[in-house]
């Protein structure tokens, strides 16, 4: 599904108007220490970085600037909405490992293996290092033949591990995301998550 284009626009346009209003009952101050965002108390906006895009959203409306697309936007309502606070536990679990992620969050492990082993399995290093750090990314040295570190939200770190392909073996990747991911996200944004960097990527 793309962002862009949500299927039934109408449910969307209720999901986001209740984060909306859910968000409405909160202390600004909070959101932002929750969620390590900013918030000037002079303009009434919060401010951070999404996929390399400067992301502005106004406060008490909620409007979202610098969005990659609509699923973008209301996945940071409900990053503001859900952030507790928790810090990063720097162990990375796959989608399906998220508590309740079993069946949607193997799906997209499943899916992102693929997606990113067809994208980026022959191995062009300066390419992919380039279209990563386009989205902000991070490039840290692991086990994995390239690994980059996206900062999807504040606390909410995605990180893209990839092995390229030989003679013998297609190449393949995964998305991890911290375990404290839970806190911060539900499962079903979790995927959408997923969906978004992919669609990122291969943009």
Same mark, same amino acid.
Request: net charge negative.
């Given at each position: 599904?793309?962002?862009?284009?949500?299927?039934?626009?109408?449910?969307?346009?209720?999901?986001?108007?209740?984060?909306?209003?859910?968000?409405?009952?909160? =202390?600004?101050?909070?959101? #932002? %220490?929750?969620?390590?965002?900013? +918030?000037?108390? %002079?303009?009434?906006?919060?401010?951070? #970085?999404? &996929? /390399?895009?400067?992301?502005?959203?106004? $406060?008490?409306?909620?409007?979202?600037?610098?969005?990659?697309?609509?699923?973008?936007?209301?996945?940071?309502?409900? $990053?503001?909405?859900?952030?507790?606070?928790?810090?990063?536990?720097?162990?990375?679990?796959?989608? /399906?490992?998220?508590?309740?992620?079993?069946?949607?969050?193997?799906?997209?492990?499943?899916?992102?293996?693929?997606?990113? /082993?067809?994208? +980026?399995? =022959?191995?062009?290093?300066?390419?992919? %290092?380039?279209?990563?750090? /386009?989205?902000?990314?991070?490039?840290?040295?692991?086990?994995?033949?390239?690994? #980059?570190?996206?900062?999807?939200?504040?606390? $909410?770190?995605?990180?893209?591990?990839?092995?390229?392909?030989?003679?013998? +073996?297609?190449?393949?990747?995964?998305?991890? &995301?911290?375990?404290?991911?839970?806190?911060?996200?539900?499962?079903?944004?979790?995927?959408?998550?997923?969906?978004? &960097?992919?669609?990122? &990527?291969?943009?």
């Amino acid at each position: 599904m793309s962002q862009a284009q949500p299927q039934d626009n109408r449910m969307f346009q209720e999901m986001k108007k209740a984060a909306w209003e859910r968000l409405r009952s909160c =202390d600004p101050l909070e959101i #932002a %220490k929750k969620a390590g965002v900013l +918030f000037d108390e %002079k303009e009434r906006v919060f401010s951070f #970085a999404s &996929l /390399g895009k400067q992301i502005r959203v106004n $406060y008490p409306g909620f409007q979202v600037e610098g969005a990659l697309g609509e699923w973008h936007e209301l996945v940071i309502l409900h $990053y503001l909405e859900m952030a507790e606070g928790t810090p990063l536990s720097k162990k990375l679990i796959t989608f /399906g490992q998220l508590p309740q992620g079993l069946v949607r969050g193997g799906g997209t492990d499943r899916e992102t293996e693929k997606a990113l /082993g067809e994208y +980026f399995g =022959d191995g062009k290093v300066e390419k992919i %290092k380039e279209i990563c750090e /386009g989205l902000g990314a991070k490039i840290v040295e692991s086990k994995a033949d390239f690994t #980059a570190v996206f900062a999807f939200l504040p606390r $909410y770190p995605v990180t893209m591990n990839l092995w390229f392909g030989d003679d013998e +073996f297609p190449g393949t990747g995964k998305l991890l &995301l911290d375990s404290s991911a839970e806190h911060y996200l539900s499962v079903e944004d979790a995927v959408t998550v997923g969906m978004i &960097l992919l669609e990122e &990527l291969k943009q």
